[in-house]
């Protein structure tokens, strides 16, 4: 087939235009695939959403939340959840820990006497993490939480309380960072 210069032209272009926008729908289609553990244990899982939590202006991580409820009707407390964060920097694991008892408590969740517990359970916990790694929970109202470092088991919480207020860290109405909550449920398109 012989071309001409304008053909030919639009040739290249339609050929560039696909394999520039092919990485993009791949990668976009990867962001809609849910983990094997939630396919494993949330029947009928989809990504509610996804935000970014920053502090004065730095980039601390990137959440998404998956469950099988539509955003308007869900809540934390009642519907099993898997919770990623993918952080944009490196946290000591006591670190964490200590900083989801300061949000559990400004949420109101548990006694002082308990969150001393929490704290002692979550620093025993979470790792060290580094730019790029992941730190999951499982979430299943009434059980607990099954905690995930970059998608390898880590942890199981048979504690519903710990679990249910370690999860409104981030859904809770109350919580420190309403703009992501909105995200993660997918209230904010």
């Known amino acids: ?37 939630v396919i494993q244990t949330i029947e009928n899982a989809k990504r509610m959403g996804h935000g970014t939590l920053r502090w004065f202006g730095l980039r ?40 989801s008892i300061e949000e559990m408590e400004e949420i109101g969740a548990g006694t002082e006497v308990q969150r001393q517990g929490w704290l002692v359970k979550l620093t025993s916990i979470f790792p060290n993490v580094e730019k790029g790694h992941t730190l999951s929970a499982l979430f299943t109202p009434g059980k607990g939480v099954l905690f995930f470092r970059n998608g390898l088991p880590l942890a199981k919480v048979d504690d519903p309380e710990l679990a249910e207020a370690f999860m409104g860290i981030w859904l809770d109405p109350k919580t420190s960072a309403p703009e992501m909550r909105r995200e993660l449920i997918g209230l904010k398109r």
């Open 60 to 99: 601390v991580y990137d959440g998404q939340l998956w469950s099988n409820t539509d955003p308007e009707g869900f809540n934390y407390k009642r519907d099993p959840a898997w919770l990623e964060l993918k952080y944009a920097r490196d946290f000591d694991g006591s670190d964490i820990a200590e900083r």
């Open 1 to 37: 087939m012989k071309l001409f210069p304008a053909q030919f032209i639009q040739h290249v272009l339609l050929g560039l235009t696909l394999l520039g926008t092919a990485p993009l729908a791949l990668a976009n289609s990867n962001l809609n695939a849910p983990p094997k553990q």
